[in-house]
């Protein structure tokens, strides 16, 4: 142990991992990495480029920011226009396009827009600001939801009424429903979410493997977690067998963390969620919870309903079922970059349009 080279540790087990690859991807084998942190791990590692062509790794859904619909983002604005309104939201969000402008171009005119680095930094500004109204934009899966639900009991614990949160949070087992029910989206296996697994557990998506003949792994994050996701994926071909397996052993247990899980059922509950691409998921949302209603910016505000606005020229809605890769979209790299996004696929750090540009993969 005292000699051991951890670098070369990782490099043997990634050789290793790879020649299994070969070995067992005898036939085509499609594979979703449901996240977005799985999509950048991939394009940084150059995972495509090395693997064989048998092995197809298409992106999913996990970009929380990407799967905020047009929709949502106009109810943003239509937030952060109010009087006397300091609207706080995590800095990828800021760029995202409404059906007009973003909440930057809106911060431009004016409004009172701030980036925080977490809810407790929404917090802060609430007290620190008690004439004004702070609203926290709620974006995020299950992995960001229980600091959100310990902000809305912290408030009511204080009696802070001037914080509420717009919550737009989404589930990840309804979205893998879906998308195991679209027939356009053909995909063989998942990569599952390392990190909202570690909240929720396996047993809420166990259903794709059991209804849907569809096995994942929940995969850790670095490069040769993600082979190593693909060997276990491909065992299960080889053996007949679809189920739910966990790689990322060390910081997922099949159980979940019920102290989270009890954080999030506490304050929030499933409600019909509009996805960008998608469309509208059955429960595939959290809403606020009766008892917490003075924290709830949707209630509080009044807010109107706006519809869904599609972004001329974006497929975001096609890359984010896995139905197309970016650089098959015309747009990318000519009118859409990072530098000036068209589609949130390209604003967020996780987007896959974003990973696939800044680190040049093949589709
Ligand atoms: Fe949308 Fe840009 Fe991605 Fe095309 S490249 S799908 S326009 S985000």
């Not at 706080?88 to 005119?109: W, Y």
């Not at 709620?138 to 600091?147: K, L, M, N, R, S």
């Not at 802070?160 to 429903?177: C, F, G, Q, T």
């Not at 506490?266 to 209603?293: C, H, M, N, S, W």
């Amino acid at each position: 142990v005292k000699n051991y080279n951890i670098e070369q540790g990782i490099k043997t087990a990634a050789e290793r991992y790879l020649q299994e690859i070969y070995e067992l991807a005898t036939t085509p084998y499609t594979v979703m990495e449901v996240c977005g942190t799985h999509t950048v791990a991939i394009a940084k590692n150059a995972l495509r480029d090395i693997l064989p062509s048998q092995i197809r790794l298409v992106s999913g859904p996990g970009c929380p920011v990407c799967v905020t619909d047009s929709s949502d983002i106009d109810r943003f604005l239509y937030l952060a226009a109010q009087p006397n309104v300091i609207t706080a939201t995590f800095g990828d969000m800021i760029r995202v396009p409404g059906s007009k402008k973003s909440l930057q171009m809106l911060r431009g005119e004016g409004a009172d827009i701030r980036i925080v680095y977490s809810t407790l930094d929404a917090l802060e500004l609430a007290r620190k600001n008690p004439t004004k109204e702070v609203v926290f934009l709620g974006v995020g899966f299950e992995t960001t939801v229980p600091t959100v639900a310990v902000s809305i009991e912290s408030a009511k614990n204080e009696g802070l009424k001037n914080y509420s949160v717009l919550s737009m949070h989404k589930l990840v087992p309804p979205v893998l429903r879906a998308l195991a029910e679209d027939p356009e989206t053909k995909v063989d296996g998942f990569l599952d979410p390392g990190h909202v697994c570690a909240i929720i557990g396996t047993k809420p998506i166990e259903f794709m493997a059991k209804d849907y003949n569809k096995p994942g792994v929940v995969t850790g994050f670095e490069g040769v977690d993600v082979l190593e996701g693909l060997v276990m994926l491909l065992r299960q071909r080889a053996q007949g067998r679809s189920e739910i397996e966990i790689q990322y052993q060390r910081m997922v247990k099949p159980e979940g963390n019920p102290v989270a899980q009890s954080f999030i059922d506490k304050v929030f509950e499933p409600v019909d969620a509009a996805f960008r691409g998608l469309g509208t998921i059955e429960q595939g949302g959290l809403g606020i919870r009766k008892g917490y209603e003075d924290w709830d910016a949707e209630k509080k505000f009044d807010l109107p309903v706006f519809e869904t606005v599609e972004i001329p020229g974006c497929r975001c809605g096609q890359v984010l079922k896995g139905q197309i890769a970016p650089p098959q979209c015309p747009l990318f790299g000519r009118k859409c970059t990072p530098l000036a996004p068209v589609g949130p696929c390209m604003v967020s750090s996780e987007g896959s349009c974003a990973a696939y540009y800044r680190y040049a993969q093949r589709s």
